[in-house]
């Protein structure tokens, strides 16, 4: 088959005898439609973290076609359309019983024995995907992955109605954040956003406000607040600075959700504020099978319109020009899809 893969840090090449992957009993074969290209996939390409051994095949933001099914795996046929989580979890433990599978304590496991899905074909276990309703287009399904993750944000910040909300990072999973928080009744969303591309993007979107980290960001958040701040708080840029002018922006008995990964870098976190003013530090990772069912239900129905953030679209034999160009473009674009078959 036909992958994409990582042989070196900053080095993708087209392989187009690259072996399939192994299918266990348990297992779904599918064709990948589109990949979206993730910050994770992004940072992985350019700095070569220790855990991720090359040459590797990247991609877990599929949606794709079941082409072969496994002796035990049930609720699915060929033809049917899926998306889910990638890398397999061990699906004993009692995290993968109740569908947390990305806490799984084998995951790290799953992610070097199969490829990802910037690839022709993927298995997955039957019990880590979602069907995909008829009429769903692909390049939107897409990004039900992503969308499942901004939904575990949504639910792990216990958002009320009225509520209002500072997200910091405008990449595809911060607006995506951002309008689930809308969905959710939130009387005002800002974010906060030094690109102005992405900035432009999230007005577009629906952004109540849309800051630049540059300017004097903490008066315009108390405007918009009545002096108090953020009853909610979601940081998604991954940076010590936007950690710190998150914590600044949250109110006393607030809550802030930590999103973003954060890797080799000093954080400058104050323990002293959020205990004296009783805030909650909340983080929040990946998806399980709850917000995947929920994010399918959103996208599909276009209730989320995931529609304005693909901004690129590519195929395998493009990845190496599609990965240097978001380094070099600073976070211009938003979501880029790589059609894979």
Not at 160 to 175: D, N, Q
Not at 245 to 269: F, H, L, N, S
């Amino acid at each position: 088959m036909r992958a994409a893969v990582l042989k070196a840090p900053g080095s993708i090449e087209l392989d187009r005898a690259y072996p399939e992957p192994p299918m266990g009993p348990d297992d779904l074969k599918l064709k990948v439609d589109y990949t979206g290209i993730c910050g994770s996939d992004l940072h992985v390409f350019a700095v070569d973290p220790p855990m991720m051994k090359m040459p590797v095949v990247l991609g877990h933001e599929f949606s794709a076609q079941v082409v072969e099914v496994g002796a035990q795996a049930r609720g699915f046929a060929p033809g049917d359309r899926a998306v889910g989580l990638i890398y397999p979890g061990c699906g004993r433990c009692e995290y993968c019983a109740q569908g947390d599978f990305t806490l799984c304590d084998l995951r790290a496991v799953g992610m070097t024995e199969r490829n990802g899905s910037f690839a022709e074909f993927i298995t997955v276990p039957a019990r880590q995907l979602f069907l995909v309703p008829e009429g769903t287009p692909a390049d939107e399904a897409a990004l039900i992955e992503p969308a499942s993750v901004a939904v575990h944000a949504i639910r792990r910040s216990r958002l009320s109605v009225g509520e209002r909300v500072v997200v910091f990072g405008g990449g595809p999973l911060g607006l995506l954040i951002m309008k689930l928080a809308q969905l959710g009744g939130a009387d005002r969303v800002l974010l906060v956003e030094p690109v102005a591309g992405r900035r432009e993007l999230a007005r577009k979107y629906g952004a109540d406000l849309a800051l630049d980290p540059a300017d004097e960001i903490q008066g315009q958040i108390n405007d918009a607040t009545d002096g108090r701040g953020a009853d909610v708080v979601f940081e998604v840029a991954g940076s010590g600075r936007a950690f710190a002018a998150a914590g600044k922006a949250v109110r006393k008995q607030g809550r802030m959700v930590v999103v973003a990964v954060y890797e080799g870098r000093d954080i400058p976190y104050n323990p002293n504020r959020f205990v004296g003013d009783e805030i909650d530090l909340v983080h929040s990772f990946w998806a399980n099978a709850v917000d995947f069912r929920r994010a399918v239900n959103l996208v599909s129905s276009r209730k989320l319109d995931v529609r304005p953030l693909i901004t690129g679209r590519v195929g395998l034999d493009q990845m190496q020009s599609a990965m240097d160009g978001l380094l070099a473009d600073r976070g211009e674009q938003s979501k880029i899809l790589v059609a894979c078959s």
